[in-house]
């Protein structure tokens, strides 16, 4: 019996570590505000533009976002079957908040880390609308977990959470 509540006690360790490790590069899912009536696929161009109405975030960090954005769009875009075609996705940022790491690990669930924003999918040269969603992403886990994870990380995964989205993968 007592190895049975030593394995449960090593096995609820190993879940929490998982949870915890999880946390910051889970891809949260989109808010349709319209639906997509479009796929970017391999072989189309895609370029994205980033804007916010938060003051928070630097000139370098909107070009290094949509720099993310490109490139993880490119890397999960499926084949297609048609012509190529051009989009262009204008991400505008609702809310930029970098918290603080010491914060979050002293006191969790303060010093969060917040990545909001509407993004609107458009097909090229036309500028023809053929989507648009919301991705919020948010990080607040304390505790030392929290010291490695920075804006970085948490860009990423917004990058990524866009990039799902448009290329329609699950």
Known sequence: MKRFHTALRHLSVLAAALVLSNCATHTPNAVYISP???????????????????????????QMLGD????????????????????ELEVNITRYTKGSGFVRTAMPGMGQMHLDGVVTVYQMPKR????????????????????????????NTYAQAVAKTVCQVR
Request: aromatic share 6%; proline share 3%.
């Open 68 to 87: 993310r954005i490109t490139q993880a769009v490119q890397t999960l875009a499926q084949p297609g079957s048609g012509a190529a075609n051009q989009y």
């Open 36 to 62: 997509l009536t479009a796929v970017i696929s391999q072989g189309d161009g895609v370029s994205t533009r980033v804007s916010t109405t938060d003051s928070r975030m630097s000139e370098e960090e909107r």
């Open 128 to 155: 023809v609308p053929v989507g648009q969603f919301m991705i919020n992403k948010a990080f607040a886990i304390g505790g030392l977990y929290s010291l490695a994870v920075n804006m970085n990380t948490i860009a």
